[in-house]
């Protein structure tokens, strides 16, 4: 019953199959993964290199810009953890660029201000030390 210009969309039956309704343009549905990170370290782990290479497709398909956040666990000062996060952003991205994502990638370090567990302990630290991609 309703029209709407082709790409643009309200809900997800208005796109294509294999497309979602993000912000009101049909996008191919991908999803971006975190990716995660040893203590006091920013080298990517074997696990985050297979990660970032099915985020590099998926950036490849969607050809959208990206944002990398850096995160740190509690551990360190503010201001270490927030350098420490800069480098683990800034990791991925190399990683991504190597990959071939194209598209433009900025990096935004949170260190340990956005925790996604507040435990203080091992079995929570590690959730902490990540770097997650996010479309723009």
Request: charged share 25%.
């Amino acid at each position: 019953g309703q029209c709407v210009p082709e790409g643009t969309c309200t809900n997800n039956s208005h796109c294509a199959p294999g497309k979602a309704c993000v912000n009101g343009l049909c996008v191919i549905a991908c999803n971006l993964e975190t990716v995660y990170y040893d203590f006091n370290e920013s080298s990517l782990r074997k696990d985050a290199r297979a990660t970032l290479q099915t985020n590099a497709e998926c950036v490849a398909k969607r050809g959208q810009n990206v944002v990398v956040e850096g995160h740190s666990d509690e551990r360190g000062t503010d201001e270490y953890n927030m350098a420490l996060g800069e480098r683990r952003a800034r990791a991925a991205v190399k990683y991504l660029e190597q990959l071939g994502a194209s598209v433009g990638i900025r990096t935004i370090s949170y260190g340990e201000e956005r925790p996604v567990c507040n435990e203080s302990n091992e079995n929570c630290w590690w959730r902490n030390r990540r770097a997650e991609q996010l479309f723009e």
